[in-house]
C-alpha cells in the first residue's frame, strides 16, 4: 500500500523548509537517520529505529503514530532480527509476542518521501 497520503504528510511537517531534498537525498545523505519501524510498549515511550533497528529517538509524535497506523500492520519482534534491540531494552518473552511493530518504510518510497518520514 503506498503512499497517496504523502502529499498530506508533506503540509503537517514542523518546518517544509526541511522537508525539501537536495540532490543528495535526506540531509545525512544516509539512511540511519530515517525511521524505518516504531515499536509500541505498554507503559514506556514508543521507540522510533532506523533500517538497522537503532534507536533514533524515543515517544515518536502522534502524526507518526498515525502514520505506523494507517500505513503499516503491525508485527511481533520475536524473530531473530530483533534479538540484539530487544535485550537492549529489555523486553521480556511475552511483551516479544505482542503485535507491537510497524515497518515504516515498504522500500519504494523516493528520496522525498523518506525526507517526509524522517521530519514527522
Not at 540532490?23 to 533500517?51: F, K, N, T, W
Not at 540484539?84 to 518473552?93: A, T, V, W
Request: charged letters at 25%; one cysteine or more.
Amino acid at each position: 500500500m503506498t503512499l497517496g497520503i504523502w502529499p498530506d504528510l508533506h503540509a503537517v511537517c514542523r518546518d517544509p523548509d526541511e522537508a525539501q531534498l537536495n540532490a543528495d537525498g535526506p540531509r545525512s545523505g544516509q539512511m540511519h537517520g530515517i525511521p524505518h519501524y516504531l515499536v509500541l510498549r505498554a507503559g514506556h515511550e514508543s521507540y522510533v529505529l532506523d533500517r538497522e533497528r537503532v534507536l533514533i529517538r524515543r515517544q515518536a509524535s502522534r502524526m507518526m503514530n498515525w502514520f505506523a497506523s494507517v500505513h503499516a500492520t503491525p508485527v511481533s519482534i520475536e524473530d531473530a532480527g530483533w534479538d540484539s534491540f530487544s535485550r537492549k531494552y529489555g523486553f521480556s518473552s511475552d511483551e516479544r509476542k505482542c503485535l507491537c511493530s510497524y515497518s515504516l518504510v515498504e522500500g519504494s518510497e523516493t528520496k522525498h518521501q523518506l525526507a517526509l518520514l524522517a521530519n514527522l
